[in-house]
């Protein structure tokens, strides 16, 4: 029986934490379809906006809802990106036609980066979009 030789050792390494990160941007994936359905939910339940009736929209709505959107794109996309990442860290033979954009195939750590600053980014329009609508400003 052969020991793993350091390469193989990093190459497990490498697998095992970009799991954790794809695991993560998973959960990140749920927690932003769910916030857009809380700013539903809280503008009928708080606000008092009737079935039927149109959302009162203001900047800072409008803005949660493209932060959250944003943070759930960047999630299922850094998936990509990541199992991408990893196949071509593998050394096994790569068979797809499409190899764009290579930069992010390489880095998709951008791609996480823009994930979580979307949705705390979100999280915080919420807020001002929460405080605005309770003050009635």
Do not use: C
Not at 40 to 68: C, H, K, N, Y
């Amino acid at each position: 029986m052969s020991t793993p030789s350091a390469q193989d050792q990093e190459l497990e390494n490498v697998f095992r934490i970009m799991g954790l990160y794809i695991d993560n941007a998973k959960t990140y994936a749920q927690l932003s379809g769910g916030a857009l359905l809380l700013t539903v939910a809280f503008a009928r339940e708080v606000l008092g906006v009737q079935e039927g009736e149109p959302m009162p929209l203001d900047w800072s709505l409008v803005a949660t809802w493209i932060s959250f959107l944003v943070s759930t794109i960047a999630a299922a996309t850094y998936q990509y990106f990541a199992v991408r990442f990893l196949e071509g860290r593998s050394g096994a033979p790569v068979h797809h036609k499409l190899d764009w954009p290579r930069f992010l195939r390489d880095n998709p750590y951008l791609v996480y980066a823009l994930m979580m600053f979307s949705f705390y980014l979100g999280a915080v329009f919420f807020t001002v979009s929460a405080v605005r609508s309770a003050s009635g400003t």
